[in-house]
């Protein structure tokens, strides 16, 4: 694959990593009274979130591109609607755990879009897998809670 097409996949992410970010916030101290065990796991979330997103953009200027640091338009229409279906939920909890479900879910299968059918050339796929492997992971821990609900 060409530098141009990388830039282009990895920006991509990037913008996918920014809109984890912003939906992080948008969940920041919405259900740590009843799942107060969840805030570290929270804490981490965000935490790799910014570290993933320092990666991509460390990649994208090795391969002599300019980092579109910007979130992306179904991540800002999928915030939007958790806004109106959050005022009409009568648990705000349950809806607020379904929508980090569903963003991680989002984010996975975009990664794995991703490596499936993308030559990103080693040194970017290495860190695009493990990026994938910490969305699992995190995944992994709100589907369980989600499901306990």
Not at 11 to 31: A, H, M, P, Q
Not at 54 to 66: F, R
Not at 85 to 100: A, G, H, Y
């Amino acid at each position: 694959m060409n530098n141009e097409k990388t830039v282009s996949v990895l920006n991509d992410l990037l913008n996918i990593t920014n809109d984890r970010i912003e939906g992080f916030s948008k969940v920041e101290d919405k259900v740590w009274n009843t799942h107060s065990a969840l805030k570290a796991d929270y804490d981490q979330m965000v935490s790799q979130s910014q570290v993933m997103k320092n990666d991509l953009i460390k990649l994208i200027n090795e391969k002599g591109g300019e980092a579109d640091n910007t979130t992306s338009t179904a991540g800002a229409f999928h915030r939007a609607w958790i806004d109106v279906k959050n005022s009409f939920s009568s648990d705000k909890d349950e809806t607020t755990l379904e929508n980090v479900v569903f963003g991680e879910k989002a984010a996975i299968d975009a990664y794995q879009d991703v490596l499936d059918s993308t030559d990103l050339g080693p040194e970017s796929s290495r860190v695009v897998s493990d990026h994938l492997h910490h969305l699992k992971s995190s995944y992994n821990k709100f589907e369980n809670l989600e499901a306990r609900s």
